[in-house]
């Protein structure tokens, strides 16, 4: 018996935040029943897969997931118990926004066995929230976050950006601040990327929005780390820090390239040395699920080659980097004879940093990771 992890895909949203290329919809919601009907048959379709693994940690992403009802979260998480072995003590999480969550919600979201609750917050700046396309205020999110914790909810990350337009390194010192003093176990710090075909994509274009230059927006993020691991949190990823015992258990399974089925539109799945998706549009998904066919429309295979790859320049994400036993064992072959090239070039560069234990980035090969990565690929 395998173990894998379980991602359950949400694509439905209040509003499209104006940075956002994720596969989440808005004005779409008169699809949730169907959605759920599909989800919930998907789910039975992947019973080969569910018998055969036991799930260590399941993820409701979007999207917004906290957009459906306590009692449809319910329907899911009855349908995921019925076909799944879950691990004792596995972790449960959901994405959720302020503006869209209630009491009743949050009950019913713990009560179905959700265990850990994903808040994005982004900023606490009213004003820059507006900028992003949010649809709440720093005050919902704290009215939420009180909720929470009354039901229960201990394991809580809060997302955050920097490098916004319009946002100073004052703002973002603030914002880390109020979450810190909020005790938030788990914070994640992204930088904004422009995306193409997003408004803000088009803003920067005709230049209606100016982003922090290239050396502020390392200075913010330099400045969240120092901060945030004076107050004893654990950068344990690029953009992500938690108190010891609450990093990602979800996420590190992607970091470790570890096996993973995502359901749902536009999920992606890692299993069998083989990488596949479902599609994106939600009609068709629940076209093709209703009659019994399979959403699934790309599918790859993953060779040796780029198995080790992918382990590399995902493990390399990790603060604490490769582990060097754990690769021999995987691979059988040491990191150190497949890359030497890579890891001499980079280490007298000054990006990369090894003992017989690690491999891993130096500060300065965080800051240009994508070099490092870039490389990690094998032909
Ligand atoms: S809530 Fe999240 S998924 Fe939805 S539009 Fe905003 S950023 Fe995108």
Redesign the pocket.
């Known amino acids: 018996m395998g173990t894998i992890a379980l991602y359950i895909h949400i ?1 439905f ?5 104006n ?4 596969n ?1 919809y ?1 004005g779409k919601q008169h699809l949730i029943r169907d959605y759920i009907e599909a989800l919930k048959k998907e789910i039975r379709m992947n019973k080969n897969v569910l018998d055969s693994n036991k799930i260590s940690t399941i993820f409701f992403g ?3 997931p906290s957009i459906l009802e306590g009692d449809q979260i319910v329907i899911i998480m009855d349908t995921i118990t019925k076909y799944c072995d879950i691990e004792e003590n596995a972790e449960v999480s959901i ?1 959720a ?1 302020p503006g869209t969550l209630s009491h009743d919600k949050l009950a019913k979201y713990y009560d179905s066995g959700i265990n850990r609750l994903s808040i ?1 917050l ?1 900023a606490c700046q009213n004003d820059l929230l507006k900028t ?4 709440h205020s720093f005050e919902d999110y704290l009215e939420n976050l009180k909720e929470a914790r009354e039901i229960g909810f201990s394991n809580i990350n809060t997302d955050l950006m920097f490098s916004l337009p319009g946002q100073s390194k004052e703002d973002l010192e603030e914002c880390l601040e109020r979450v810190v003093s909020l005790n938030i176990p788990h914070i994640s710090a992204y930088s904004l990327i422009i995306e193409e075909g997003t408004l803000f994509g088009d803003w920067v274009d005709n230049k209606t929005i100016i982003l922090p230059d290239e050396e502020i927006q390392l200075e913010m993020y330099h400045s969240t780390i120092r901060y945030l691991k004076e107050k004893n949190y654990i950068h344990y990823e690029i953009s992500n820090f938690a108190k010891p015992g609450f990093q990602c258990r979800h996420n590190m399974t992607y970091w470790h390239n570890e096996p993973y089925l995502g359901l749902g539109a536009g999920s992606h799945s890692y299993l069998n040395k083989k990488r596949f998706n479902n599609v994106n549009d939600i009609e068709k998904y629940i076209y093709l699920v209703k009659n019994e066919r399979t959403p699934v429309e790309n599918e790859i295979d993953v060779s040796d080659k780029d198995e080790i790859g992918e382990t590399m320049f995902l493990g390399l994400r990790l603060i604490e980097g490769i582990s060097v036993k754990k690769f021999i064992e995987r691979f059988n072959a040491s990191p150190f004879e497949i890359y030497r090239e890579q890891i001499e070039k980079f280490s007298a560069q000054g990006l990369l940093e090894y003992d017989k234990a690690n491999i891993r980035l130096t500060q300065r090969g965080i800051d240009l990771s994508n070099v490092v990565f870039r490389e990690m690929l094998l032909d």
């Open positions: 694509p949203c209040q509003k499209k935040c940075y956002c290329d994720f989440s808005s979007g999207g917004t994405e926004n994005g982004q992003l396309g949010r649809i």
